[in-house]
Nanobody
Framework: QVQLVESGGGLVQPGGSLRLSCAAS????????IDWYRQAPGKQRELVAG???????SYEDFAKGRFTISRDNAKRTVYLQMNSLKPEDTAVYYC?????????WGQGTHVTVSS
């Protein structure tokens, strides 16, 4: 089992940047694929980006060119660097660890993009 804690959210102006962290505790972090999701008020949760256990990254179209996902297995942490933020990026951001049929969620971190 793995426990996840997201951090790094906050209030940022349009065009600004934030780096979110997803810190894991528990066993065998390196075997898990980690995904970042987000859920805006009144909307369904959606995938933002993911990184495989081998470090291969993938992005949804809205994140390409603006967001970068990375992982540091020694620190048991996955990062989401978000640049050129827009008001529509406002949401609660969650990370999820997956391995086979297992999936674990963090509690989320709030991101608000507003002037």
């Amino acid at each position: 089992q793995v426990q996840l804690v997201e951090s790094g959210g906050g209030l940022v102006q349009p065009g600004g940047s934030l780096r979110l962290s997803c810190a894991a505790s528990g066993s065998a972090f390196s075997i898990y694929a980690i995904d970042w999701y987000r859920q805006a008020p009144g909307k369904q949760r959606e995938l933002v980006a993911g990184i495989s256990s081998s470090g291969i990254a993938s992005y949804e179209d809205f994140a390409k060119g603006r967001f970068t996902i990375s992982r540091d297995n020694a620190k048991r942490t996955v990062y989401l660097q978000m640049n050129s933020l827009k008001p529509e990026d406002t949401a609660v951001y969650y990370c999820k660890a997956s391995w086979g049929n297992l999936g674990y969620w963090g509690q989320g971190t709030h991101v608000t993009v507003s002037s």
